[in-house]
C-alpha cells in the first residue's frame, strides 16, 4: 500500500458510507484473494465467480457491521467468501449435483492410501507460516481438520467418513484449532 | 458448579461452521451475552481467516469486476449504522416473462440463493426491468439471516428465498407479513431446510397491493392472524 493510499479498514468505512470508488479498490486489493478462496472450496469457476461477486455484494451492503477488533480485513473477507462456499457446497451436495461429488471424491481419499489430495491441498497453501502450522498438526488431526475446513462437513459427517468415535473427532478438530491459533498467534499472526 | 462457559469447548467448531443447528443456536446465545467468549470466538474466527486467505491464489475472470461494480451501481447506498442493512428497491433486469419463470424456478426447488440469481442472471442479461425486488434483512433476533423478494407487479405473485434463519422448534414456523401503514397482512408460512435456505410462493392481495415492507417473524405452525413473536427479518419494497 503506497504512501498516501487509505488502509483497508478506511475503504471500508468508505464503503460503508457509499462511496463505489472504495469498493472498486477494496476489489482490486482483494478480489483475488475472496476468488481464490472460494475456488479452493467449491473447484468450479463458474461458482466461485458468482460466490466472489455475492461476497463483494454482501461487504457493500454490510460494511457498517464491520469491527475492526474482531480482525484484518483481508482475513475477514477471506473467511466470509469461505463460509459462503461451504454453503454452496452443502446446497449443490444436497441436491447431488456432479460438481459436489467430484469435490467429495477427490477429497476423501481414505486415510493412509497412497495419495492424499487433502494433503496436497495444505501444501498448496500459499503462505509459508500457514503451511507449517498446519504440517506441525498430527495427521489425524489434520485429516479431520481438512473434512471440515474445505469441505464443511460436520462432527457427525466426519465421524462417519472417518470411522472414528463422535467424540474423537470434536477433539481432534478443537485441538487442532487451539494448536494453530497458538502457533499463528506466537507469530504475531492474531 | 455449572460451567459458566459450558459453550466454550463449541467455539473451534462453530467458527468452522460445522456444528449442528442445536449446538450453533446454544453458542450464538450464549455469546450475545458473554464479551469473554466473543473474545474466544473471534481469535478462532481469525484462524478460520488465516486457513482461508492462505488459499492458492486463482486469476479471477476478467469481467468479474465489472460486473460487480455494475451491481453495486443499482444497489444503494449502505447504512453507515451496525444495524441490520435497511432493504432497498432494486430494479433487476429481467424480461417480464422470467417473472412467471421466477416464481416456477424456486417451486421447482432452487432454494439456493446463489443458484437462484445464478438461473435467473442468465436468463435476464440487457431486457427492461419489470420486476420488483426487495432485499429482506436479519434483525439482531437472526443477524445472519438474508433474503430477497421478488414480485412480479404485473400479477402480484411472488417468491420469497432466503437464506441463514435459524431452524425453529415443530411447533413454530416463519410467517412473511406485508405491512402498509402499520397494517400488516400474512403472505405465508414457510419452514427453512436442513441446509437453512427457505422459499414461499406468494400472492398479493388484491386490496392490498400498495403495500410498502416486508417482515419475518416467528410464529406457531401454521401461521397467526397478526404478528406474535419476534421479528427476524425486514425489508422495504
Known amino acids: 500500500m503506497a504512501a498516501g493510499e487509505d488502509s483497508d479498514e478506511q475503504l471500508i468505512q468508505r464503503i460503508s458510507s457509499g462511496d463505489r470508488q472504495a469498493i472498486r479498490l477494496l476489489y482490486g486489493r482483494h478480489g483475488r484473494l475472496v476468488y481464490s478462496c472460494a475456488f479452493q472450496v467449491v473447484s468450479d469457476a463458474a461458482a466461485a465467480e458468482e460466490i466472489c461477486q455475492d461476497v463483494f455484494l454482501r461487504v457493500w451492503d454490510r460494511a457498517g457491521t464491520y469491527r475492526p477488533d474482531r480482525g484484518k480485513v483481508a482475513t475477514w473477507l477471506a473467511r466470509i467468501s469461505r463460509n459462503r462456499a461451504i454453503d454452496v457446497l452443502r446446497a449443490l451436495r444436497a441436491r447431488g449435483t456432479p460438481a459436489a461429488a467430484a469435490v467429495d471424491e477427490s477429497l476423501s481419499a481414505p486415510a493412509g492410501s497412497g495419495a492424499d489430495p487433502a494433503e496436497r491441498l495444505w501444501q498448496s497453501l500459499r503462505d509459508e507460516r500457514v503451511r507449517e502450522a498446519v504440517a506441525s498438526l498430527p495427521p489425524e488431526q489434520r485429516r479431520a481438520l481438512s473434512l471440515a475446513f474445505f469441505q464443511g462437513y460436520t462432527h457427525r459427517q466426519i465421524s462417519g467418513i472417518l470411522g472414528e468415535p463422535l467424540g474423537t473427532v470434536k477433539t481432534r478438530i478443537r485441538d487442532a484449532m487451539i494448536k494453530l491459533r497458538s502457533r499463528l498467534g506466537d507469530r504475531g499472526e492474531l | ?237
Request: hydrophobic content about 40%; overall charge neutral.
Open chain 2, 1 to 237: 458448579m455449572s460451567d459458566p462457559h459450558p459453550i466454550r469447548e463449541l467455539l473451534p467448531a462453530f467458527s468452522l461452521g460445522i456444528l449442528d443447528e442445536d449446538e450453533s443456536r446454544e453458542v450464538k446465545e450464549h455469546l450475545a451475552t458473554c464479551a469473554a467468549c466473543r473474545a474466544e470466538a473471534a481469535s478462532f474466527h481469525e484462524v478460520t481467516g488465516l486457513l482461508a486467505s492462505a488459499a492458492a491464489p486463482r486469476e479471477p475472470p476478467a469481467g468479474l469486476e465489472a460486473r460487480i461494480l455494475r451491481a453495486v451501481q443499482t444497489r444503494a447506498s449502505p447504512a453507515a449504522s451496525a444495524g441490520p442493512a435497511p432493504a432497498r428497491r432494486r430494479r433487476s433486469p429481467w424480461p417480464a416473462l422470467t417473472g412467471i419463470a421466477a416464481v416456477v424456478a424456486v417451486a421447482l426447488g432452487v432454494g439456493n440463493l446463489l443458484q437462484w440469481n445464478g438461473v435467473l442472471g442468465a436468463a435476464a442479461r440487457g431486457r427492461a426491468a419489470r420486476l420488483d425486488t426487495a432485499v429482506l434483512s436479519g434483525t439482531p433476533n437472526a443477524p445472519e439471516a438474508y433474503g430477497t423478494v421478488v414480485l412480479d407487479p404485473k400479477d402480484n405473485k411472488g417468491v420469497l428465498a432466503v437464506t441463514g434463519l435459524p431452524a425453529l422448534s415443530a411447533d413454530r414456523q416463519y410467517q412473511l407479513w406485508l405491512i402498509r401503514d402499520g397494517e400488516r397482512r400474512s403472505g405465508g408460512v414457510f419452514t427453512p431446510d436442513a441446509e437453512g435456505y427457505g422459499s414461499l410462493l406468494l400472492t398479493v392481495p388484491a386490496d392490498f397491493r400498495n403495500f410498502t415492507s416486508f417482515g419475518v417473524s416467528v410464529e406457531p405452525r401454521g401461521g397467526s392472524p397478526a404478528p406474535t413473536g419476534p421479528r427476524v427479518m425486514a425489508g422495504k419494497l
